[in-house]
């Protein structure tokens, strides 16, 4: 089997068709597989994917538990049972605008063996089902490493096709973190370059029932540094990665401590300083934004202080200001 195509369905009804036509449209010379994890959906899902897979009964294989068994585990094990040499993901509710994107991912595949994985740009379908936009526009490279994934959760995951057999468990603590799919991309990163195809093969649904769309920015912010809060501890990387994972998870404790300071929840804002302080003592980037920790500091441990010292600043521009302007003059 050349080809898997991974797919998860948990209440797709809407989609779900669209999903598997643009999988079966796929004008390819080799064998592939769709094998689709239905969680026990609580819509119509399950049976629109049996209709289609007694239509197809060659092409798609069905994972059908007797109960929901969450996001993780059927991801999980809907991955173990590909079993192709390549791996294609499709989430139920996106689909594929090419004919030949299995095809060319797995030319690309095929040639570059030192690639991990490949990936193209795609396009977004918004809430109202009229407006479609990039996903982005600044992908201007053509070869991505593990430092660029790590800086961003750039690849829409419907665009994604990596070698089968670099993963062969999941740790423990994947359980606990939300995004499973930019997980994986690391984990691949770690083995290899990833190649990107600069067209527009895929289309990502935004619909306020999928799992990030529903998280407000507080709750977004938490889950992406718990995510690298693991990345830190388990993840084996060298000195390089180890520095740009820190620097990545103090940015998101200074979000927190700035959104907990604005929502008054003064005790969760000083807990998260105190592990922003402490990850920047490890990466020795202490004294490097020195200014902006004072700032915060002082509003949050001692707030009066800190109106104090606005005030003073206040006064001092407010007397001398027009005079330091004239003496840079």
Not at 102 to 128: G, P, R, W
């Amino acid at each position: 089997m050349k080809v898997s195509i991974l797919m998860l369905a948990y209440n797709h009804d809407k989609f779900i068709a669209k999903a598997l036509d643009s999988a079966l449209m796929q004008q390819v010379d080799f064998d592939y597989e769709i094998v689709i994890g239905e969680d026990c959906s609580t819509d119509n899902t399950r049976d629109i994917l049996i209709r289609y897979q007694q239509e197809y009964p060659d092409k798609i294989r069905l994972l059908l538990p007797e109960k929901n068994l969450g996001m993780h585990d059927n991801f999980i094990q809907t991955f173990k049972a590909c079993r192709g040499k390549y791996i294609a993901l499709l989430e139920g509710d996106d689909y594929w605008i090419s004919p030949y994107k299995l095809h060319k991912q797995v030319e690309f595949l095929d040639s570059s063996t030192d690639y991990t994985m490949c990936f193209h740009n795609a396009l977004i379908l918004d809430l109202d089902g009229s407006t479609i936009s990039p996903f982005s526009t600044e992908k201007n490279k053509n070869v991505f490493t593990l430092e660029d994934i790590l800086s961003s959760n750039m690849i829409p995951t419907a665009s994604i096709m990596f070698r089968q057999g670099l993963i062969h468990e999941f740790p423990k603590w994947i359980y606990d973190v939300d995004l499973v799919d930019w997980t994986l991309q690391v984990f691949l990163a770690q083995h290899g370059n990833i190649g990107y195809i600069d067209e527009f093969w895929s289309v990502y649904r935004k619909h306020p029932e999928g799992n990030w769309s529903r998280k407000s920015s507080l709750e977004a912010t938490k889950e992406l540094t718990k995510l690298f809060q693991y990345f830190s501890k388990y993840l084996n990387l060298d000195s390089k990665h180890q520095r740009k994972v820190r620097v990545i998870l103090s940015n998101y404790y200074v979000d927190l401590v700035i959104s907990y300071k604005q929502n008054g929840d003064i005790k969760n804002a000083r807990k998260y300083i105190n592990k922003w302080l402490l990850n920047d003592l490890l990466n020795n980037r202490v004294l490097s934004i020195l200014p902006i920790k004072a700032s915060l500091i002082l509003q949050i441990y001692t707030p009066i202080l800190y109106k104090i010292f606005k005030w003073l600043k206040y006064r001092f521009l407010a007397t001398f200001g027009n005079f330091l302007v004239e003496d840079r003059r």
